[in-house]
């Protein structure tokens, strides 16, 4: 069974860093891209960007290079999402989603790290 | 790059058809066949509904159908029930990344 296990909720002050983690299980980790979606309390996905664990071949939307960085241990089959200096504005529910290549969708889906930011 | 359009909102009875529209540009959704919808009930994480255009994964009810036709895709639920309550997204390849649209709550009378 396709598994992806996301690290728990976490409450920070704005400035410090932040790095959350996405375990894939029961498939080939390093056969798949991962990606990673943020959601705004309230509102709409948002697309960040993916990682391809066998290479480490990494794509960001626009609206989100230079912001975060997305990286990979395939030694252990887990993704991170990383903050070097988090905003207030990055408080959100991010979810991180395996994705097929071939037609650029996510068919399984990690259960959301809620990220808090705030003084 | 800007989310890809979809009414806020649309509603139907039980047993009706419902469609929503998720409108793009030549650059997303009418540059490739790679269009899929996501349905989200509240707090939960989403759930793969369509994929390239139209197809269905397996245990998708054949209720949800997707096409496409130049910029704007659809989805389409028949035979509403009650659990398909839910906010949808449509998502789009644009090129080296991909871009949701801004969600559409469907309300179930």
């Known amino acids: 069974e396709v598994q992806l296990v996301q690290s728990g909720a976490e409450v920070k002050k704005p400035g410090e860093s932040l790095k959350i983690s996405c375990k894939g299980s029961g498939y080939s980790f390093t056969s798949y891209w991962i990606g990673w979606v943020r959601q705004m309390p309230g509102k709409g996905l948002e697309w960040m960007g993916i990682i391809y664990p066998g290479d480490s071949d990494t794509r960001y939307s626009p609206s989100f290079q230079g912001q975060v960085t997305i990286s990979a241990d395939k030694s252990i089959s887990t993704a991170y999402l990383q903050w070097s200096s988090l905003k207030a504005s990055d408080t959100a529910m991010y979810y991180c989603?395996?994705?097929?290549?071939?037609?650029?969708?996510?068919?399984?889906w990690g259960q959301g790290t809620l990220v808090t930011v705030s003084s | 790059q800007s989310a890809l359009t979809q009414p806020r909102s649309v509603s139907g009875s039980p047993g009706q058809s419902v469609t929503i529209s998720c409108t793009g540009t030549?650059?997303?959704?009418?540059?490739?066949?790679?269009v899929s919808w996501y349905q989200q009930h509240p707090g939960k994480a989403p759930k793969l509904m369509i994929y390239d255009v139209s197809k269905r994964p397996s245990g998708v009810p054949d209720r949800f159908s997707g096409s496409k036709s130049g910029n704007t895709a659809s989805l389409t639920i028949s035979g509403l029930q009650a659990e398909d309550e839910a906010d949808y997204y449509c998502c789009s390849y644009a090129g080296s990344y991909v871009v949701f649209g801004g969600g559409t709550k469907l309300t179930v009378l």
């Open positions: 989603a395996r994705m097929f290549s071939s037609g650029w969708y996510n068919d399984y």
């Open positions: 030549s650059s997303d959704v009418g540059g490739y066949n790679y």
